[in-house]
């Protein structure tokens, strides 16, 4: 089962924004907070921003001032803006979420996470 899809990147220039979509499939009574990474050519992943599932967002502070993250959890989508982007912001990004809360139906464990396979951001001069 494919648990997370990204989408949304593609090949802008420097100052042009883009905005993510990572849709996730569904798990009735589970309540997961959802995040991006990015991975740039040589370097490790890290982290840029979240959503936890009580709606409070994390950024970086790289992403601070030019990045959004929103999620449509009737959808089981969450959305990074992306704005006044830079060269050094070209990367690999993914989605991650790990399941924190659960009600009647949820199956399961708190701390299961996923992560996607990535859409690929990059920024020219």
């Known amino acids: 089962q494919v648990e997370l899809v990204e989408s949304g990147g593609g090949s802008v220039q420097t100052g042009r924004s883009l905005r993510l979509s990572c849709a996730g499939s569904a798990y009735p009574g589970c309540r997961f907070d959802m995040s991006w990474y990015r991975q740039a050519p040589g370097k490790e992943r890290e982290f840029v921003s979240s959503v936890g599932s009580d709606g409070t967002t994390n950024y970086t502070d790289f992403a601070k001032g030019r990045f959004v993250i929103a999620q449509d959890t009737g959808k089981n989508t969450v959305y990074l803006l992306m704005t006044s982007l830079k060269p050094e912001d070209t990367a690999m990004y993914y989605c991650?979420?790990?399941?924190?809360?659960?009600?009647?139906?949820?199956?399961?464990?708190?701390?299961?996470?996923?992560w996607g396979k990535g859409t690929l951001v990059t920024v020219s001069s």
């Open positions: 991650k979420r790990t399941l924190r809360t659960r009600s009647l139906g949820c199956r399961l464990s708190v701390g299961t996470f996923h």
